[in-house]
């Protein structure tokens, strides 16, 4: 018990209200584990132990099922200037506290979810003992992908939303196996094929998908304005330089594959010119 103690997960506290500090004393040692949150801004959230601090910031959603309020939340995880998000180490699924589950997402996500007694699976209402068969879990999971897909418009007014995140987006379509990864794989595709501009181009802005090209070759957004993109291709943005196949080659080929963002190098420049371009 003093072991599991000692080593107890500081994010056991990230998705509970009514507990917000822990505080424990054994023959070895003793410790604090605290969660603050930021009474400006309650999105923001910290928890702290004797040497850890993790910062979080945290959106969350009302489900209305049968009758019953059931909060969702996701939590994307801050480095120490909380100034940019980036990856969990681990991502099981927490049912207020963590399950056996792995996410394999980047990023922390709660529901009230039904899990098997082992809480190694999630299960179906219909599947246990004197539960009342219901959509719940698939319903929890239509509203973790809203409010992922929502997330990302607040992301960007938080000046968070840049392509390190969309890096850390579930865009693996080999991780879709799992069902709540393909389930928020399929909102983010969704959310980016839209008319939002939620694109980082390489003006410092953002671009719809529908108006977006990838740089095959660097030289083209000084060589070619973006009156002239479109009249040859028919979109005006370039999306980042920092988009590459070398650098950035899993986000490449889901913007190319999976969101049908055409790229353009000056092979292929070349051949589009005609002579009423010229």
Known sequence: LSDEIEKLNINNLLFLSN???????????????HKR???????????????TVNNY?????????????????????????????????????????PTEIETNLNFLVHAPFYTSPSRENIE???????IEPDDRNEELKKG?????????????KLKLLNVELLELLPINSNLCRNSIYNVLFTAIKNELCSNKKLLPNSRGGFSSSSDSMLLGSSELVSL??????????????????KITKDKTNLLRDYLYYDIDIPEYDL?????????KFL
Request: with cysteine; hydrophobic share 40%.
């Open 224 to 241: 070619i304005t973006s009156k002239q993109a479109k009249q040859l291709f028919g979109r005006s943005t370039w999306l980042s330089r």
């Open 37 to 51: 949150i930021n009474n400006h801004d309650r999105r923001f959230v910290s928890i702290s132990s004797n040497d």
């Open 57 to 97: 910031l945290v959106f969350e959603d009302i489900v209305p099922i049968n009758g019953k309020n059931l909060k969702i939340k996701i939590a994307f995880l801050l480095d120490e200037n909380k100034s940019k998000i980036i990856a969990c180490e681990r991502s099981p699924l927490f049912v207020f506290f």
């Open 267 to 275: 092979n292929k420049f070349a051949k589009a010119i005609d002579h």
């Open 19 to 33: 507990i917000s500090k822990i505080k424990w004393k054994t023959l070895n040692g003793n410790g604090v584990i």
């Open 144 to 156: 973790l992908a809203n409010l992922l897909s929502n997330s990302l418009l607040d992301l960007k």
């Open 124 to 130: 179906e209402g219909d599947n246990f003992v004197n």
